[in-house]
């Protein structure tokens, strides 16, 4: 035999009795450790070749893990199990009743050595790189980017929806939003399968299909992303996580509905308003002007009405970023706080805590605020509220749901509010919609035709010369949508279209009288120069902002 070969055999018996040392040691630690738990009182588990699934890895975050030593092994529905080096640990029974709070899911706690903390710890870095577990989900920039790139066109985010993990599914449909420029996401289960849906310039369009198959184990995912109970899957439920766009952290409100076929899954994205400036809105003439005049007011009450979805909150930010100033504090009531704003103190209203707009608005009186913002009035109580801080020195904003400007004031006689209170309280009401805006590269001219034509000029007969707003339909250039791949089927973005009731000797006879109706406030507010919502509508038309359909 010759010396190299003994050399060979002789280092491949070391490294084998080497292996067998390691092992015995191995061995020894583990039984240390499972006395060590028995004296304890913890159960014992070794973990070096468990199998783990990053469901149950990510109950955890890594930077937890590794500052408590602790982690999650083992998780479904209705129990989790963690790992710890030291399960006795003040830090470990506050992470275990944090995630039953959280999941109301049942935990348990198990002694390790240091052998399975390391081989597990490793597990970690096999993770995507998308979710990091702080208070809340963060979906990271980098995570979103790659998805958007590989986001084209619908057929692309189908393809890569089948192809998917159950892990990525959160952050796939939530890069798909931002590449198509959507406020909301819809998942919703029906007979067949399971729907995507996009709101885009408030449409919504449907986007991919999934199979009914995975419903379970998604519906299982979007809850534990928005933080909500897992195992409840009857009663709605309201969660939240955070995306990253840009370096900015974007947060998501998460909403569930149980349906026939299974629950709703409902994501709005609230990125932070862009462009709020109060000259930017599209209230125009004469209107912008009164409503300068309102905001700068030292008191009285200034209202945003409309429907869901028709840019109120805009609105009232927009009024806000206008007043915010180092002199002046402004407190807002919100349900929830959608936007956050610098120099602004924003509280949430909680119910589920017996903190509502009503008891809010008092504690907030008590604060000393020069301005106010509630985020709705639903109720008299909260309307008595408001009233009174407008009466007594304080600028309110708020919102309520009315068809029309006109219709607000019916509406909170209908509350119960007194009518000599409410008269001297109100400055103005805008009422409000968002129309979708004609795509500048591809609209298209167009002739009206006859019913259209007469049905402009009914609407625009009505324009009272006080608005100091002329209209000449011979004059008007009148467009449609085209369709390129810069648009949306010959839209892009939302334009608003307002009409904006100033409280005036008229209006507040009307309100002390016996009967208040609707239509003569209307006529009231009309006769002194305010441009109803569908004269601003065809009138933004003719200058080939828009539609008339849309209008």
């Given at each position: 035999?010759?010396?190299?070969?003994?050399?060979?055999?002789?280092?491949?018996?070391?490294?084998?009795?080497?292996?067998?040392?390691?092992?015995?040691?191995?061995?020894?630690?583990?039984?240390?450790?499972?006395?060590?738990?028995?004296?304890?009182?913890?159960?014992?588990?070794?973990?070096?070749?468990?199998?783990?699934?990053?469901?149950?890895?990510?109950?955890?975050?890594?930077?937890?893990?590794?500052?408590?030593?602790?982690?999650?092994?083992?998780?479904?529905?209705?129990?989790?199990?963690?790992?710890?080096?030291?399960?006795?640990?003040?830090?470990?029974?506050?992470?275990?009743?944090?995630?039953?709070?959280?999941?109301?899911?049942?935990?348990?706690?198990?002694?390790?050595?240091?052998?399975?903390?390391?081989?597990?710890?490793?597990?970690?870095?096999?993770?995507?790189?998308?979710?990091?577990?702080?208070?809340?989900?963060?979906?990271?920039?980098?995570?979103?980017?790659?998805?958007?790139?590989?986001?084209?066109?619908?057929?692309a985010l189908q393809k890569l929806l089948a192809e998917?993990?159950?892990?990525?599914?959160?952050?796939?449909?939530?890069?798909?939003?931002?590449?198509?420029?959507?406020?909301?996401?819809h998942v919703e289960a029906e007979e067949k399968g399971?729907?995507?849906?996009?709101?885009?310039?408030?449409?919504?369009?449907?986007?991919?299909?999934?199979?009914?198959?995975?419903?379970?184990?998604?519906?299982?995912?979007?809850?534990?992303?928005?933080?909500?109970?897992?195992?409840?899957?009857?009663?709605?439920?309201?969660?939240?996580?955070?995306?990253?766009?840009?370096?900015?952290?974007?947060?998501?409100?998460?909403?569930?509905?149980?349906?026939?076929?299974?629950?709703?899954?409902?994501m709005r994205i609230l990125k932070p308003l862009a462009?709020?400036?109060?000259?930017?809105?599209?209230?125009?003439?004469?209107?912008?002007?009164?409503?300068?005049?309102?905001?700068?007011?030292?008191?009285?009450?200034?209202?945003?009405?409309?429907?869901?979805?028709?840019?109120?909150?805009?609105?009232?930010?927009?009024?806000?970023?206008?007043?915010?100033?180092?002199?002046?504090?402004?407190?807002?009531?919100?349900?929830?706080?959608?936007?956050?704003?610098?120099?602004?103190?924003?509280?949430?209203?909680?119910?589920?805590?017996?903190?509502?707009?009503?008891?809010?608005?008092?504690?907030?009186?008590?604060?000393?605020?020069?301005?106010?913002?509630?985020?709705?009035?639903?109720?008299?109580?909260?309307?008595?509220?408001?009233?009174?801080?407008?009466?007594?020195?304080?600028?309110?904003?708020?919102?309520?749901?009315?068809?029309?400007?006109?219709?607000?004031?019916?509406?909170?006689?209908?509350?119960?509010?007194?009518?000599?209170?409410?008269?001297?309280?109100?400055?103005?009401?805008?009422?409000?919609?968002?129309?979708?805006?004609?795509?500048?590269?591809?609209?298209?001219?167009?002739?009206?035709?006859?019913?259209?034509?007469?049905?402009?000029?009914?609407?625009?007969?009505?324009?009272?010369?006080?608005?100091?707003?002329?209209?000449?339909?011979?004059?008007?250039?009148?467009?449609?949508?085209?369709?390129?791949?810069?648009?949306?089927?010959?839209?892009?973005?939302?334009?608003?279209?307002?009409?904006?009731?100033?409280?005036?000797?008229?209006?507040?006879?009307?309100?002390?009288?016996?009967?208040?109706?609707?239509?003569?406030?209307?006529?009231?507010?009309?006769?002194?120069?305010?441009?109803?919502?569908?004269?601003?509508?065809?009138?933004?038309?003719?200058?080939?902002?828009?539609?008339?359909?849309?209008?």
């Open positions: 035999m010759s010396e190299s070969t003994l050399n060979i055999a002789s280092s491949g018996a070391a490294a084998a009795l080497q292996k067998k040392l390691q092992q015995v040691g191995v061995k020894q630690r583990e039984q240390a450790t499972a006395t060590q738990a028995a004296q304890g009182g913890f159960p014992y588990i070794d973990l070096t070749h468990f199998p783990i699934t990053q469901e149950a890895l990510l109950v955890v975050p890594e930077e937890q893990a590794t500052k408590l030593k602790t982690f999650c092994f083992f998780s479904t529905s209705e129990e989790f199990r963690l790992a710890s080096l030291n399960p006795a640990d003040v830090g470990v029974g506050d992470l275990l009743h944090h995630i039953e709070e959280r999941t109301h899911a049942h935990g348990s706690v198990y002694q390790i050595s240091e052998e399975s903390f390391k081989v597990v710890m490793e597990r970690y870095k096999t993770l995507p790189k998308i979710l990091e577990f702080k208070d809340q989900v963060t979906i990271s920039e980098e995570g979103l980017k790659q998805f958007r790139a590989a986001i084209q066109d619908k057929a998917a993990t159950i892990t990525d599914v959160v952050a796939i449909v939530t890069a798909a939003a931002l590449q198509m420029k959507s406020s909301d996401i399971i729907v995507v849906r996009l709101r885009v310039d408030g449409i919504l369009q449907e986007a991919a299909t999934i199979p009914k198959e995975r419903w379970k184990q998604m519906i299982a995912r979007f809850k534990l992303v928005g933080g909500l109970k897992i195992n409840v899957d009857s009663v709605p439920q309201d969660g939240r996580f955070t995306i990253v766009e840009e370096g900015k952290k974007i947060d998501v409100r998460l909403s569930t509905l149980p349906t026939v076929y299974g629950e709703s899954v409902v462009n709020v400036e109060f000259e930017g809105l599209g209230i125009r003439g004469r209107a912008f002007e009164q409503l300068k005049e309102q905001v700068t007011r030292p008191n009285g009450m200034i209202i945003a009405t409309g429907p869901t979805g028709s840019g109120k909150t805009t609105t009232l930010y927009s009024i806000l970023t206008k007043l915010n100033k180092p002199g002046v504090k402004i407190i807002t009531l919100e349900d929830p706080v959608e936007y956050k704003m610098e120099g602004i103190n924003q509280s949430q209203v909680d119910p589920s805590k017996d903190y509502t707009f009503a008891k809010g608005l008092k504690s907030l009186l008590r604060q000393d605020p020069d301005i106010c913002m509630v985020g709705e009035i639903r109720d008299l109580e909260t309307a008595e509220i408001a009233i009174q801080a407008a009466l007594t020195g304080h600028l309110l904003i708020s919102t309520i749901h009315t068809n029309s400007a006109a219709g607000a004031i019916p509406r909170f006689l209908a509350m119960g509010v007194k009518p000599f209170m409410l008269a001297p309280a109100l400055n103005a009401v805008i009422g409000q919609r968002l129309l979708r805006k004609l795509c500048e590269k591809c609209r298209k001219p167009l002739q009206l035709d006859e019913a259209a034509a007469k049905k402009v000029q009914e609407t625009m007969s009505a324009l009272s010369p006080a608005s100091g707003t002329t209209f000449d339909i011979a004059k008007a250039t009148w467009f449609g949508p085209g369709g390129c791949e810069a648009c949306n089927n010959g839209y892009k973005g939302r334009v608003g279209v307002y009409e904006v009731l100033i409280m005036n000797k008229d209006i507040e006879k009307s309100i002390l009288g016996e009967k208040v109706s609707e239509y003569d406030i209307q006529d009231l507010a009309v006769k002194q120069g305010m441009v109803t919502m569908a004269q601003d509508g065809i009138l933004k038309a003719a200058e080939g902002i828009t539609s008339l359909e849309e209008v």
